[in-house]
C-alpha cells in the first residue's frame, strides 16, 4: 500500500480519537495524543519528502542504465599491444581488462612501448 495513503488513514485515526477524548477528561491522555497527532504530522511529510527523492533516483538510475557500457562489451583488436573497442580510437590496457573488465587509457611512452596510466604496466608493441 502506499505509505501516504497509509499514513492518511492513521492521521484520520487520530483526528477520530480526539473527538472521543473530548468525553475524557484526562489531561495526559490528551497530551499524548496531540504528541502523536504531530508525530504522524511529521511523517506524512517525510514520507512525500522520501518519495520525491526516490522518484529522482528512479530517475537518474534510468538514465544510468541507459548510457552504462554495455556489459557484453569486448575488444575488438590489438594495436601496439592493448586493446581497440568499437566506435573508439583509444588503446587500452590489456591487463586492466583481463583482469578488472576496467578500460584504462594508455600513453604513449618510450621505444614504442605504451604505458597504462592505471596499473602502469607498459605495453609491448609486440
Ligand atoms: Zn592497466
Known amino acids: ?11 484520520t485515526i487520530a ?3 480526539r473527538e472521543i477524548s ?12 496531540a504528541d502523536l497527532s504531530s508525530e ?9 519528502a522520501l518519495k520525491e527523492r526516490l ?3 528512479q530517475e537518474e538510475n534510468l538514465l544510468l542504465k541507459a548510457t552504462a557500457q554495455p556489459a557484453d562489451e569486448s575488444p575488438i583488436g590489438r594495436k601496439d599491444g592493448c586493446y ?3 566506435g573508439d580510437d583509444g588503446l587500452y590496457c590489456p591487463g586492466c581488462w583481463d583482469s578488472k573488465r576496467k578500460k584504462s587509457s594508455t600513453t604513449k611512452a618510450i621505444r614504442g612501448f605504451r604505458l597504462c596510466s592505471v596499473c602502469q604496466a607498459p605495453i609491448g608493441a609486440g
Request: glycine share 2%.
Open 1 to 11: 500500500m502506499d505509505i501516504l495513503t497509509t499514513v492518511g488513514t492513521t492521521i
Open 15 to 17: 483526528k477520530r480519537l
Open 22 to 33: 473530548k468525553n475524557i477528561e484526562d489531561a495526559e491522555f490528551k497530551n499524548l495524543l
Open 40 to 48: 504522524l504530522a511529521d511523517i506524512k511529510l517525510e514520507a512525500a
Open 55 to 57: 522518484a529522482t533516483l
Open 84 to 86: 581497440q573497442f568499437t
